[in-house]
């Protein structure tokens, strides 16, 4: 595993950290592999429960790394998928939740990839900028799309078409990000987060996600599958385990239950 991108698996949580601060974590071919192998490892991985996504001390990420993306531009739609487009599969399709932290900068796909995640912390230094357009560029991974439908147009365009640069601030008040801390409280907020999610029962934690990353659909369809698949949870081990923990009056242990 390069070591531009470290991997740290402790306690069920894998933490994945953009690992290049001289060039701002700027992401290279390299690291984009690195990280997606990271994630699908830790998907297949049954001591894995969550994933944190950061940078280092001041940076999360500025984004692609130009001087790669000229050199050997990302061929989206080609029968090869490109090393970005393996890392954002990967984030995209996680089953399992992902949280990130983001001390400092994030720029482009760095702010791209915030909404594939499940909680983004960051510290009160930080700041997001997608400077597509101002590059001559699109906006990509599906963020035409998931910023209009989270902030609204005529907010999703001061991000997507002025390249507007937010603030902490903006960003927990248009809903990018889920709290702000402190730069030396972020890790520990993400990390007690991440271990909240991992202790959970993994399958109804999954079945969560799934839910609130699918398609709008008309309401009552959503209410029927949500029924469906409440039936079908009160039969799981994971229930059971539960139930059970409720009525002795303990804590329950998903742990024992090999859902992976
Ligand atoms: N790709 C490649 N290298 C990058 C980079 C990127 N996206 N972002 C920063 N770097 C490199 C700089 O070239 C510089 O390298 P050098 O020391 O060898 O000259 C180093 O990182 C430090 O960057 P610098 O610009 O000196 O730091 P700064 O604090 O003045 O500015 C940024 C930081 C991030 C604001 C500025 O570097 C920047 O705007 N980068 C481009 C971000 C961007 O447009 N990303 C979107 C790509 S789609």
Same mark, same amino acid.
């Given at each position: 595993?390069?070591?531009? #991108?470290?991997v740290?698996?402790?306690? =069920?949580?894998r933490?994945?950290?953009?690992?290049r601060? $001289?060039?701002?974590n700027?992401?290279? =071919?390299?690291m984009?592999?690195a990280?997606?192998?990271?994630?699908?490892?830790g998907?297949r991985?049954?001591?894995?429960? +969550?994933?944190?996504?950061?940078?280092?001390?001041?940076?999360?990420t500025?984004g692609? *790394?130009? #001087?790669d993306?000229?050199?050997r531009?990302?061929?989206?739609?080609?029968d090869?998928?490109?090393?970005?487009g393996r890392?954002m599969n990967a984030?995209?399709?996680?089953?399992?939740?992902?949280?990130?932290? #983001?001390d400092?900068? !994030?720029?482009?796909?760095g702010?791209?990839?915030l909404m594939h995640c499940?909680?983004?912390?960051?510290?009160?230094r930080a700041s997001? &900028?997608t400077?597509?357009?101002?590059?001559?560029?699109a906006p990509e991974?599906?963020?035409?799309?998931?910023?209009t439908?989270a902030?609204g147009?005529?907010i999703?365009?001061?991000?997507?078409?002025l390249? !507007?640069?937010w603030?902490?601030?903006r @960003?927990?008040?248009t809903?990018? #990000?889920?709290?702000?801390?402190?730069?030396?409280?972020?890790?520990?907020?993400? =990390?007690?987060a991440?271990?909240?999610?991992?202790? &959970?029962?993994?399958? @109804?934690l999954a &079945?969560?996600?799934e839910?609130m990353r699918?398609?709008p659909?008309?309401v009552? $369809?959503r209410v029927?599958?949500?029924g =469906?698949l409440?039936?079908e949870?009160?039969?799981?081990?994971?229930?059971?385990?539960?139930a059970a +923990?409720?009525?002795?009056r303990?804590?329950p *242990?998903?742990? &024992?239950?090999?859902t992976?």
């Amino acid at each position: 595993m390069s070591e531009l #991108v470290l991997v740290d698996t402790a306690e =069920r949580i894998r933490t994945i950290s953009f690992n290049r601060p $001289d060039k701002k974590n700027a992401l290279t =071919r390299a690291m984009y592999t690195a990280a997606a192998q990271a994630i699908e490892d830790g998907e297949r991985n049954g001591d894995v429960r +969550a994933f944190i996504l950061t940078g280092t001390s001041g940076v999360f990420t500025a984004g692609n *790394d130009i #001087v790669d993306f000229m050199e050997r531009p990302p061929a989206m739609g080609s029968d090869e998928t490109p090393p970005v487009g393996r890392f954002m599969n990967a984030l995209l399709h996680a089953k399992k939740p992902v949280v990130a932290a #983001v001390d400092g900068l !994030a720029i482009g796909i760095g702010v791209t990839l915030l909404m594939h995640c499940d909680l983004v912390y960051c510290s009160d230094r930080a700041s997001f &900028k997608t400077p597509f357009v101002d590059l001559a560029l699109a906006p990509e991974y599906g963020s035409s799309q998931t910023m209009t439908r989270a902030f609204g147009h005529q907010i999703a365009a001061e991000l997507l078409m002025l390249g !507007a640069s937010w603030d902490a601030w903006r @960003a927990e008040q248009t809903g990018l #990000v889920t709290r702000t801390t402190t730069p030396e409280a972020l890790m520990d907020t993400a =990390r007690t987060a991440a271990a909240a999610l991992a202790a &959970k029962p993994p399958a @109804a934690l999954a &079945k969560a996600k799934e839910l609130m990353r699918m398609a709008p659909e008309p309401v009552e $369809d959503r209410v029927a599958r949500e029924g =469906r698949l409440f039936s079908e949870l009160l039969q799981s081990p994971e229930f059971a385990e539960a139930a059970a +923990a409720f009525m002795e009056r303990r804590a329950p *242990d998903f742990d &024992k239950l090999t859902t992976g």
